[in-house]
């Protein structure tokens, strides 16, 4: 069965420093890759996705992934992390099909520390 | 443009009571969601709904029943609601121009359901 591990449950870094958040999945094939992000309170905003193609994928807020075939994983990264930027982000695969539904990772809370 | 709304925001229902959450959308999306959040869990699919008229199970469909009779709502109940079901509610819809944008979902703010 497909799964998303999200190693990492709590993760705290220094405003302006760099982050990487870890997302590994379990899938025959390559799936369709995403991340999104909730911050309390609300709903969940996509940040990116990954189809085909280039491996490293831009989103927004200036985040960026990079998909990793040889490692089944597809990492979040930002290069200065901004305070707005705390919040829960779940990493999710779209395994293919037609019934569209997303298998999420149990979430990586981010703080940031001023 | 409202996207996707949830009704009601919060919810407080005693063991055995029902009840029914809508969720609407106004982009004409196809697909549409239902998922529970839960701590430490992320998100699960409940049911979800390929068109008007038309739904499926998910990974977590037990005590849960759906509709969707307009293309733009999906209603979501609970026949005899348990503390089990205490959960915050997510819906999404998706519009499959193709294959890969049934993935790219939207969701809405959420109903946080207690059950006592």
């Known amino acids: 069965a497909q799964s998303v591990t999200q190693p990492d449950i709590h993760i705290t870094v220094s405003e302006g420093a760099s982050l990487e958040l870890r997302c590994n999945y379990s899938?025959?094939?390559?799936?369709?890759l995403f991340w999104y992000v909730q911050s309390p309170g609300q709903g969940l905003q996509l940040l990116l996705k990954y189809f085909s193609g280039d491996t490293l994928v831009q989103g927004i807020k200036g985040f960026e992934a990079e998909f990793k075939r040889s490692q089944s994983s597809f990492n979040l990264r930002k290069p200065s992390v901004h305070w707005s930027d705390a919040a829960e982000y779940f990493c999710?695969?779209?395994?293919?099909?037609?019934?569209?539904?997303?298998?999420f990772g149990k979430g990586t809370k981010l703080s940031v520390k001023p | 443009n409202a996207g996707v709304t949830q009704t009601p925001k919060f919810r407080v229902l005693k063991t055995g009571q029902s009840m029914t959450l809508l969720c609407a959308q106004d982009?004409?999306?196809?697909?549409m969601y239902w998922y529970r959040q839960d701590p430490g869990m992320g998100l699960r699919l409940i049911h979800y709904?390929?068109?008007?008229?038309?739904?499926a199970k998910g990974e977590v469909p037990d005590g849960y029943n759906v509709s969707r009779l307009k293309k733009q709502n999906f209603l979501l109940g609970l026949e005899s609601a348990a503390p089990s079901q205490t959960s915050v509610y997510f819906c999404?819809?998706?519009?499959?121009?193709?294959?890969?944008?049934?993935?790219?979902?939207?969701f809405g703010p959420g109903t946080r359901l207690t059950v006592t």
């Open positions: 709904s390929v068109g008007e008229g038309t739904t």
């Open positions: 982009m004409n999306h196809e697909y």
């Open positions: 999404a819809s998706s519009s499959p121009l193709d294959i890969r944008e049934i993935y790219e979902q939207y």
């Open positions: 899938y025959g094939a390559t799936p369709y």
């Open positions: 999710a695969v779209g395994p293919g099909g037609s019934q569209g539904n997303l298998i």
